[in-house]
T-cell receptor, first 110, second 113 residues
Framework: DAKTTQPPSMDCAEGRAANLPCNHS???????VYWYRQIHSQGPQYIIH???NNETNEMASLIITEDRKSSTLILPHATLRDTAVYYC???????????FGTGTRLTIIP | EAGVTQSPTHLIKTRGQQATLRCSPI?????VYWYQQALGLGLQFLLW???????NRGNFPPRFSGRQFPNYSSELNVNALELEDSALYLC????????????FGQGTRLTVV
């Protein structure tokens, strides 16, 4: 898995968009960008993944730069329930395992 | 559709004993992954099984072992328990293909006293 770099913590006001950055400058052509989140002591929850095109689902949007060296996860209207640790992973998952780093602790402020 | 289920939810063992943790994957998923998360720390990869075979193993001693059954469910066994084995053990399942996602269970909290 390519190594990813995320800020250790971020705050976001409730109702605003939360934008979580991730650097993966050594990502290879076969590696997808995955985002998971973990709410206190629960199992990680899958959010979204993509290869090079921007992706959107009911939870979030994933914006991947053209050179694929970084990405941003966007939670469009953050709620208090979005407070969690968010993990960005670059992996050729299916051929290799998911390797979790330290993630970003996102706190939604009322 | 049922998600990944793990049992038991909590387990308390004495140092030196053996622990067995169980995982049932999502129907149709052939791959099962095990992770260890010590309190306040990140997820550490333990084992990956697919179609009954061990595909990859993390940097853990041999007393951590497991198996996958023909119905794709899996067991994680930890022998000669040590206090440092106290952690949340998480299981995930997926299809074995690229461009797919893994889904996690809620974990087994193992406490070694």
């Amino acid at each position: 898995d390519a190594k990813t770099t995320q800020p250790p913590s971020m705050d976001c006001a409730e109702g605003r968009a939360a934008n979580l950055p991730c650097n993966h400058s050594t990502i290879s052509g076969n590696e997808y960008v995955y985002w998971y989140r973990q709410i206190h002591s629960q199992g990680p929850q899958y959010i979204i993944h993509g290869l090079k095109n921007n992706e959107t689902n009911e939870m979030a949007s994933l914006i991947i730069t053209e050179d694929r060296k970084s990405s941003t996860l966007i939670l469009p209207h953050a709620t208090l329930r979005d407070t969690a640790v968010y993990y960005c992973i670059a992996s050729d998952f299916g051929n290799e395992k998911l390797t979790f780093g330290t993630g970003t602790r996102l706190t939604i402020i009322p | 559709e049922a998600g990944v289920t793990q049992s038991p939810t909590h387990l308390i063992k004495t140092r030196g004993q053996q622990a067995t943790l169980r995982c049932s994957p999502i129907s149709g998923h052939t791959s099962v992954y095990w992770y260890q998360q010590a309190l306040g720390l990140g997820l550490q990869f333990l084992l990956w099984y697919d179609e009954g075979e061990e595909r990859n193993r993390g940097n853990f001693p041999p007393r951590f072992s497991g198996r996958q059954f023909p119905n794709y469910s899996s067991e994680l066994n930890v022998n000669a328990l040590e206090l440092e084995d106290s952690a949340l053990y998480l299981c995930a399942s997926s299809l074995l293909r690229r461009d797919t996602e893994a889904f996690f269970g809620q974990g087994t909290r193992l406490t070694v006293v």
